[in-house]
């Protein structure tokens, strides 16, 4: 038995960063060895691309649909980007927790914020490209919008790599594999933090010996012989 008994409640982590700079890849990295781990999907009004799969990617719905979800109080949060929403079904997410499963949420700066507000001890993770250029150069490789839209992106990109020091940590996908050991090595020491620790307590030995030190007043003046 642990001297120590940690918090059973799962770990919300927050990844936002902005487009093009490669967050869904990270984090499927980070899921090959991490099985456990429950990536919710977030539902979106955009248009579905070539590369999407539907409740993989995202869940996708019209405009109209995503305005009546909001009515419902379907959302965790969601947001406007680029004049499509996203937004975070509330359904499962405080179920996972609950049973101590660890939640990715990969969501937008607005909503991330959000979450903040409601939920504060979640873990905030924010992926930086090693530098614009290279940002430039993965949207341009996406081919999948019109320049003007692509320029709009950047522009919002410039704009997002300002809200980083919002976040707990920072991560630059250089590297695929390099970005995703160092997802892993937060989320390591996130779960050695002090406030993580639900109870820290002696099993029965340890009682036994810390009494039999109590009641022999003669400890300290003995010589022990190895």
Request: charged content about 35%; aromatic content about 8%; some cysteine.
């Amino acid at each position: 038995m642990s001297i120590i008994k940690r918090k059973e409640r799962g770990s919300l982590i927050v990844i936002s960063g902005p487009s093009g700079v490669g967050k869904d890849s990270v984090v499927a990295k980070y899921l090959e060895s991490h099985d456990k781990t429950w990536l919710s999907v977030s539902t979106t009004s955009r248009p579905m691309r070539d590369n999407d799969t539907e409740g993989v990617t995202y869940n996708f719905v019209t405009k109209d649909e995503f305005e009546s979800l909001i009515k419902e109080d379907y959302f965790l949060e969601f947001a406007k980007y680029a004049d499509n929403y996203y937004g975070t079904p509330k359904k499962f997410i405080n179920e996972k927790l609950d049973k101590g499963i660890d939640v990715i949420l990969v969501i937008e700066i607005q909503g991330a914020m959000k979450v903040k507000e409601l939920i504060p001890e979640a873990i905030f993770i924010f992926i930086l490209p090693p530098n614009l250029k290279t940002l430039k150069e993965r949207l341009e490789k996406r081919k999948t919008e019109s320049k003007e839209k692509m320029i709009e992106r950047f522009k919002i990109a410039y704009k997002e790599i300002n809200e980083v020091t919002k976040y707990n940590y920072v991560v630059i996908n250089d590297d695929l594999d390099d970005a995703a050991s160092k997802i892993d090595a937060i989320l390591t020491s996130e779960k050695c933090r002090c406030d993580r620790i639900e109870e820290v307590y002696l099993n029965n030995e340890e009682e036994y010996m810390h009494m039999m030190l109590l009641d022999d007043k003669d400890m300290p003046n003995k010589v022990i012989e190895i």
